[in-house]
């Protein structure tokens, strides 16, 4: 069982940057592959990012790709989401996930965090 809770979310002018970080519970953190996830309102919850459980591998979407940057911290059981560039299409609630699979679909993961929100003004 892990339990993930993130923080760092809030309101930025576009082309600011926010760090997103999500503590993970449980000693079998390194275990599992990480990734963010977000979701708009109206909108289908999409793929972000994702990081391996070692760290070594990481993939991105398109959309994100060069101004998003994931990294994981194993000694501290958090995974951090570096946002830089950000664009009012990136308002979102962002969430982060931990499975086996280092998939980049939302069923791939199993454990959830309540998400945090993020607001990007024009």
């Known amino acids: 069982q892990v339990q993930l809770v993130e923080s760092g979310g809030g309101l930025v002018q576009a082309g600011g940057s926010l760090r997103l970080s999500c503590v993970a519970s449980?000693?079998?953190?390194?275990?599992?592959?990480m990734g963010w996830f977000r979701q708009a309102p109206g909108l289908e919850r999409e793929f972000v990012a994702a990081?391996?459980?070692?760290?070594?591998?990481?993939r991105y979407a398109d959309s994100v790709k060069g101004r998003f940057t994931i990294s994981r911290d194993n000694a501290k059981n958090t995974v951090y989401l570096q946002m830089n560039s950000l664009k009012p299409e990136d308002t979102a609630v962002y969430y982060c996930?931990?499975?086996?699979?280092?998939?980049?679909?939302?069923?791939?993961?199993?454990?959830w965090g309540q998400g945090t929100q993020v607001t990007v003004s024009s």
């Open positions: 449980g000693r079998t953190f390194r275990r599992y592959a």
């Open positions: 996930a931990a499975d086996n699979t280092y998939g980049v679909r939302g069923v791939d993961y199993e454990y």
């Open positions: 990081i391996s459980w070692s760290g070594s591998s990481t």
